[in-house]
C-alpha cells in the first residue's frame, strides 16, 4: 500500500500563489506515473496534471500556463505550483499514484490506485 500525504493547502487570494506538496512513501513518485486531481464542491474530480517517471508533465487546459508538477526523486515527493488562483481553483486537491503506468500516463482517476486524503485550496475573489 503506497501513502500519499498531502500539505500546502489553504486560502489565498485572487491572482496569489500557493505550492501543494505531496510525500510519497517509498519511491513511488519516481518510478511511476504520479498526477493532482481537484474536486471542486459540486463537480467530478479531474486531473490537473501529472509527471512520469522521466520528469516528463503535463497540465491540463484549465490550468496551463498558471501551474506547474514537479518532483523531489531525493524526497520522493511531488509539488503543484499554483500561480494566478482564480476563484473557480477552490477545490479539495487531491495527490494519486498510477501503480500500472511509468511512461504514458493517464488522465482519467480510474487509473489511479493510491489516492491522498486531499487538501482543500479556497481561492477568494
Known amino acids: 500500500q503506497v501513502l500519499l500525504l498531502e500539505s500546502g493547502g489553504g486560502s489565498a487570494q485572487t491572482g496569489g500563489s500557493l505550492i501543494l506538496s505531496c510525500a510519497a512513501s517509498g519511491s513511488i513518485a519516481s518510478t511511476h506515473c504520479t498526477a493532482w486531481f481537484r474536486q471542486p464542491p459540486v463537480n467530478e474530480r479531474e486531473q490537473i496534471a501529472h509527471i512520469n517517471r522521466d520528469g516528463e508533465s503535463f497540465v491540463a487546459g484549465a490550468a496551463k500556463g498558471r501551474f506547474a508538477i514537479s518532483r523531489d526523486s531525493a524526497k520522493n515527493t511531488i509539488y503543484l505550483q499554483m500561480n494566478s488562483l482564480k476563484p473557480e481553483d477552490s477545490a479539495v486537491y487531491y495527490c494519486?499514484?498510477?501503480?500500472?503506468?511509468?511512461?504514458?500516463?493517464?488522465?482519467?482517476?480510474?487509473?489511479?490506485?493510491?489516492w491522498g486524503q486531499g487538501t482543500q485550496v479556497t481561492v477568494s475573489s
Open positions: 494519486a499514484a498510477d501503480e500500472a503506468s511509468i511512461v504514458s500516463c493517464w488522465s482519467s482517476l480510474y487509473t489511479y490506485n493510491n
